[in-house]
């Protein structure tokens, strides 16, 4: 039977669940060369394996006996999630990051156990290709099960439509965590009938498994609190860190972690970066009936993870300073991380339009993405797209589907020259979808939400009003280099400047300023902006990372005698 690849793309409608790809078995033979790699237990009936919110928890492989899978419910039972028997194994996604873990693990007969620890599930990954594959595949399914079903996640009380209920949703989905979305103006559900007016009455609130209630928590606050944060070692010195989790990211990781350098990524908000908010991608090779931004973003993600390499997930990083032989990474709350190399690949986000009362209505009417999030508020209702760019176009043709109509707004004559000729022929062809040339939104009206949309044309001065409630904006690229002001040349418009344009004597195409940082992607300056060219930046810089690795003056190793390098010890 042919095997589904699943994907991790939770806003749009996940894959029916297959249990027997989620909780396979391994084959005799499989067990023997797993021996290798772990060290056998015998544990009676009862014994806790571990807890959820543990980080780095081992894989273990059931020899003999059955382990019972649980999540410690509210009212202090417990709510199953499987049972493995003989040959399967313990793990879902987690088993390959250092986030905390969902769920418990406990014997529930005596039995052996083969306990792979973390360090030898990453030689595993590297050696064994078929375990390694058949782990992967199981890992991501079960995640899958678990966001299902949600009951290892946590509880979101907050209005669907409120900018700051859809901020916490935005950030959950993308980060493929476990949730549930209570609307406290609806009926109220079992359970919800007791909730104190103290919470009702400043939303959002978070309720966490351990009763815990966070009201409108930052970002930052609720990844530390989910421990979607991997805990960073400052004496750690990384061969590269990776700025930025987009497409030129997440390749940079994949390649350079499979190389076997010693990789970490840094990410601000969720992997995919503007282009994980695409809903769907028809033109990247490989996928051709179309892949969404977030679901190639969670396979790379998934992708680098196996190699090895580390992810900072919630955390802006505010400077970068450079020695002579490593540099210095700051994040936002102060804690910092040391690489031999760094990659900026923090990318472009959407540019705002110049209306009044625009801020007020981003997140409560406006939006930068179009994923089956934004579009569950757009069913059966008037829409308008602002841009004239690919993005623009696969917003217009996917909410189409959803929206009674679509308003697709351009201040110039044509899509011709800034959008994909096959996006230009759906445009034309859909009787739900309009073409407004010359252009420009006037006016936004609504109270607390946007209720209308009025716009003018440029050449006939008319001026057309809309009740619509989502409007989408994709108007162009700013680079997010603002940390980078005073480090590293940036162009006019705040791209970052490579190669022969900041020294005739670099061979290097992605080189910057500075020795040992590169710049790749959209935030690089002349680079294409296309999903296909970032990633191909993202792994060809990785040999001139090898480059730059092998003539630095800087030890040809990050270890002594295997044990890591110290910032003080680099320095002296």
């Given at each position: 039977m042919a095997q589904q690849n699943p994907s991790l793309e939770i806003a749009g409608a996940p894959p029916t669940f297959r249990p027997e790809l989620a909780f396979p078995r391994l084959t005799d033979e499989m067990l023997v060369r797993l021996r290798a790699f772990g060290t056998e237990e015998v544990c009676p009936r009862g014994t806790l394996l571990f807890t959820r919110g543990q980080r780095d928890v081992d894989m273990f492989v059931i020899v003999k006996g059955v382990v019972d899978i649980y999540v410690e419910a509210e009212d202090g039972g417990r709510t199953s999630v499987t049972t493995l028997q003989e040959r399967q194994f313990t793990g879902e996604?987690?088993?390959?990051?250092?986030?905390?873990?969902?769920?418990?693990?406990?014997?529930?007969?005596?039995?052996?156990?083969?306990?792979?620890?973390?360090?030898?599930?990453?030689?595993?990954?590297?050696?064994?290709?078929?375990?390694?594959?058949?782990?992967?595949?199981?890992?991501?399914?079960?995640?899958?099960?678990?966001?299902?079903?949600?009951?290892?996640?946590?509880?979101?009380?907050?209005?669907?439509?409120?900018?700051?209920?859809?901020?916490?949703?935005?950030?959950?989905?993308?980060?493929?965590?476990?949730?549930?979305?209570?609307?406290?103006?609806?009926?109220?559900?079992?359970?919800?009938?007791?909730?104190?007016?103290?919470?009702?009455?400043?939303?959002?609130?978070?309720?966490?498994?351990?009763?815990?209630?966070?009201?409108?928590?930052?970002?930052?606050?609720?990844?530390?609190?989910?421990?979607?944060?991997?805990?960073?070692?400052?004496?750690?010195?990384?061969?590269?860190?990776?700025?930025?989790?987009?497409?030129?990211?997440?390749?940079?990781?994949?390649?350079?972690?499979?190389?076997?350098?010693?990789?970490?990524?840094?990410?601000?908000?969720?992997?995919?970066?503007?282009?994980?908010?695409?809903?769907?991608?028809?033109?990247?090779?490989?996928?051709?009936?179309?892949?969404?931004?977030?679901?190639?973003?969670?396979?790379?993600?998934?992708?680098?993870?196996?190699?090895?390499?580390?992810?900072?997930?919630s955390r802006d990083v505010?400077?970068?300073?450079?020695?002579?032989?490593?540099?210095?990474?700051?994040?936002?709350?102060?804690?910092?991380?040391?690489?031999?190399?760094?990659?900026?690949?923090?990318?472009?986000?959407?540019?705002?339009?110049?209306?009044?009362?625009?801020?007020?209505?981003?997140?409560?009417?406006?939006?930068?993405?179009?994923?089956?999030?934004?579009?569950?508020?757009?069913?059966?209702?008037?829409?308008?797209?602002?841009?004239?760019?690919?993005?623009?176009?696969?917003?217009?043709v996917f909410l189409s589907g959803v929206a009674s109509h679509v308003h697709l707004l351009i201040r110039g004559a044509t899509l011709s020259t800034t959008m994909s000729d096959y996006l230009i022929q759906r445009i034309q062809n859909s009787a739900k979808i309009t073409l407004h040339t010359y252009t420009e939104v006037e006016e936004l009206v609504g109270d607390p939400f946007l209720e209308q949309v009025i716009w003018r044309n440029r050449t006939t001065s008319d001026l057309e009003k809309h009740n619509i409630s989502n409007m989408f904006v994709m108007i162009g690229a700013k680079p997010n280099t603002t940390w980078l002001h005073g480090c590293l040349t940036l162009d006019d418009a705040g791209f970052v400047l490579t190669g022969s344009e900041v020294n005739m004597e670099r061979d290097s195409r992605y080189a910057t300023s500075r020795q040992g940082v590169f710049a790749v992607g959209d935030v690089r300056a002349h680079s294409v902006k296309r999903v296909a060219s970032a990633v191909g930046e993202g792994s060809v810089v990785v040999s001139e990372i090898h480059e730059y690795l092998r003539r630095s003056p800087a030890p040809a190793t990050i270890r002594e005698d295997h044990h890591e390098l110290s910032f003080a010890t680099l320095a002296r």
């Open positions: 996604l987690d088993l390959l990051s250092s986030r905390r873990n969902l769920v418990e693990a406990r014997t529930a007969s005596p039995s052996e156990l083969l306990v792979v620890s973390r360090q030898n599930l990453q030689r595993l990954m590297r050696t064994e290709g078929d375990i390694a594959n058949l782990v992967m595949q199981a890992t991501i399914w079960r995640r899958l099960g678990i966001i299902e079903q949600a009951f290892a996640g946590i509880l979101l009380i907050g209005r669907p439509n409120a900018a700051e209920t859809i901020r916490l949703q935005r950030f959950l989905v993308r980060n493929g965590y476990p949730f549930r979305l209570e609307d406290p103006d609806a009926e109220a559900p079992d359970g919800a009938r007791g909730r104190p007016e103290s919470v009702l009455q400043e939303l959002p609130a978070v309720v966490l498994r351990d009763g815990r209630t966070l009201i409108n928590p930052t970002i930052a606050n609720l990844a530390d609190e989910l421990g979607l944060t991997e805990a960073l070692d400052d004496t750690r010195v990384y061969d590269v860190v990776i700025v930025g989790a987009g497409p030129s990211g997440l390749a940079t990781a994949v390649y350079a972690a499979s190389e076997g350098l010693r990789t970490l990524v840094i990410e601000g908000t969720a992997p995919g970066g503007q282009a994980g908010t695409s809903s769907k991608i028809e033109n990247y090779l490989g996928f051709p009936t179309g892949v969404s931004g977030q679901e190639l973003a969670n396979r790379a993600q998934v992708q680098a993870q196996k190699f090895g390499a580390r992810m900072a997930i505010t400077a970068l300073s450079c020695n002579d032989h490593f540099h210095t990474i700051t994040l936002e709350g102060g804690a910092a991380v040391c690489a031999r190399a760094v990659v900026v690949a923090t990318g472009a986000r959407y540019r705002k339009l110049d209306v009044e009362n625009y801020l007020r209505f981003e997140s409560q009417g406006i939006h930068y993405a179009a994923t089956a999030m934004e579009a569950s508020l757009c069913q059966g209702q008037e829409v308008a797209v602002v841009g004239g760019g690919n993005s623009a176009g696969q917003a217009a």
